[in-house]
């Protein structure tokens, strides 16, 4: 008897088959709505996809606009003639205008009259029957000790015998510093420069302490802050002050004026005498890392800063 268990068999082998020959297996995957990448010839115009970019055609390419090279210009070596004089050393440009015009300065063997007129590095120029050499500027920071000077007295030891050997070039000191006076004294063969720092109207700051004979009273204190005057000039100060931990005799004053001299004649206007003078600060250059005797060379944002006072 059957149990009918086979024929009622869910997906069992009872499964009538169909008739007639069988298919053939193909070997092929079903085709898909996909596009192949296409691996070769992505430039080439069959490429599947659109592209705003213009294909790549070998010996039909369009040659891209190539960037402008940028066109240097050559930097004129020619300087204005009454620079090159004040480089030399021997005027400021202001007096070689004067040399100038006056038909004292030769070029190449020819007078030139001319203002504004440009010289080359390698031109001969004749200065008052002297031939010129530009120097290289050169700026030297002296801790100045006691005992040196910067005047021409054979019977006191020249300042500049410290710097000597700072520079082939002659150099200069900037404004004039007695023997007993000691700190900051700057050395350059700039004329212009110093020319600059010692004008009166020159406006850079300069620091000194002063040691005296006795204690500053106070009301002296406030006399010099408000000016004294000077053989009938009235000498105006920035600032003065007691220095900090330091007797009442210590003082530090803050003026503007290039003469040194003016320092002690404020405080003996008043009755005391100045045992001691040292320049601490000028125009914004410190004793910082020069002891004293000792020198060093102004860096170059130092000299931007000089110049731009």
């Known amino acids: ?61 369009e040659t891209p606009e190539q960037p402008k090279k940028a066109v240097l210009k050559k930097v004129s070596d020619d300087i204005r003639l009454n620079k090159y004089i004040a480089n030399s050393g021997v005027c400021s440009r202001r007096d070689a205008d004067l040399y100038i015009q006056s038909g004292n300065v030769t070029v190449n063997g020819e007078v030139v009259t001319e203002m504004g007129y440009k010289v080359k590095p390698n031109d001969k120029v004749v200065f008052d029957g002297v031939t010129l050499n530009p120097e290289k500027k050169v700026y030297v920071l002296l801790n100045k000790p006691k005992g040196f000077s910067t005047s021409e007295d054979d019977n006191v030891s020249s300042a500049y015998d410290l710097v000597r050997n700072a520079s082939k070039y002659l150099l200069k000191p900037v404004g004039r510093m007695d023997k007993n006076t000691v700190g900051l004294l700057l050395f350059t063969n700039d004329n212009e420069m110093i020319q600059k720092f010692t004008n009166d109207a020159q406006r850079s700051s300069k620091l000194y302490q002063v040691s005296l004979d006795k204690n500053l009273k106070y009301e002296d204190l406030e006399k010099i802050q408000k000016g004294v005057y000077i053989k009938e000039h009235k000498v105006w100060v920035e600032d003065v002050n007691y220095v900090e931990n330091e007797p009442k005799s210590e003082v530090g004053i803050k003026l503007k004026t290039s003469n040194v001299k003016i320092v002690r004649a404020v405080f003996e206007s008043l009755g005391y005498n100045v045992l001691k003078q040292d320049r601490v600060m000028f125009a914004g250059l410190t004793k910082w890392g020069v002891t004293r005797g000792q020198w060093r060379f102004l860096t170059e944002q130092e000299v931007i800063n000089l110049k731009n006072i």
């Open 1 to 61: 008897m059957s149990t009918g268990r086979g024929n009622n068999n869910r997906g069992g082998n009872d499964r009538k088959k169909p008739s007639g020959p069988p298919r053939k297996t193909s070997s092929k995957k079903k085709k898909s709505d996909k596009k192949p990448f296409a691996s070769k010839n992505v430039f080439s115009g069959s490429s599947p996809y659109k592209s705003d970019r213009k294909p790549f055609v070998k010996g039909n390419q």
